[in-house]
């Protein structure tokens, strides 16, 4: 009786682990096909998927820093100068750069999770000339477009500039989140943390030197000079009002009593 037990409780334990073996294989990741590293020195050591994403961030925090954290408002308050709230079209620039960033994130990332995640990031690679284009297009055109006295002509190059921000605020979900997996799965295993740091501290370095270009030019702008020979200024004209003209004030002081 007691080996039947024990035989019982034995092929019990048996088939409990062969159960537990089978659902660790099933939960076993799927091996993926290292990428290469970088081809040009000094980072020949280096994944080239994180050199890359290192570039990245170096051009894309010039670029924020340079005009779209300072000049962007700026500019959009001088195109649309000539309407009634200027502002307002400068807080719409701004709302659809995030709006767009907001609404493609979810779905470039459930994409890239369940396709491939360099796929992704290269089709947000492919968008950046276009948006390139639409900005520079748009701003050069501005120019002209800030004078005229035809707001149909404004209001167009406001059209695509708008729209070159909704293409940014796509680029920016894709290299905030795809493109930010794919450096993950790039990096060594156990040092996953110091390649982080690194790409803390480059992105800092640069939104730090790229901002100064706006402050040399604040403080070297050259003041304006005092004109040497000034004009005098006009003497205000005297009121014609009745409450204005001089009127004789009365004698006030006592007069002699008579003897």
Known sequence: MADQRWCDVHQRWCSTDTARAGLLDDQQPVPTQPSKNFALP??????????????????QGSADSIWSNTVLASYVYEL?????????????????????????????????????????????????????????????????????DDDADRFACFGVFL??????????????????????????????????TVLFIVSRVVVSIAIA?????????????????????PEPEPDPSPSASASPKPNLSPSPCPD
């Open 80 to 148: 649309m100068a000539k309407t009634s709230t200027p502002n307002t079209y400068a807080g719409y620039v701004e709302a659809a750069q995030g709006l767009a960033n907001l609404i493609v994130a979810l779905p470039v990332g459930w994409a890239a999770d369940k396709g491939s995640k360099s796929r992704i990031v290269a089709l947000g690679g492919l968008l950046i000339p276009v948006a390139v284009a639409l900005t520079s297009y748009a701003v050069i055109r501005g120019v002209d477009d800030a004078e005229a």
């Open 163 to 196: 729209a070159a921000m909704c293409l940014w605020g796509v680029v920016q979900a894709i290299s905030s989140g795809p493109a930010q997996a794919l450096y993950a799965d790039s990096t060594p295993q156990g040092q996953r943390s110091t390649y982080y």
């Open 213 to 233: 270009p706006h402050l040399l030019h604040g403080a070297l702008r050259p003041k304006p000079k005092p004109n040497p020979n000034p004009e005098p200024e």
């Open 42 to 59: 000094p980072f020949r050591r280096f994944n080239h998927n994180v050199v890359v994403t290192w570039l990245m961030t170096v051009v």
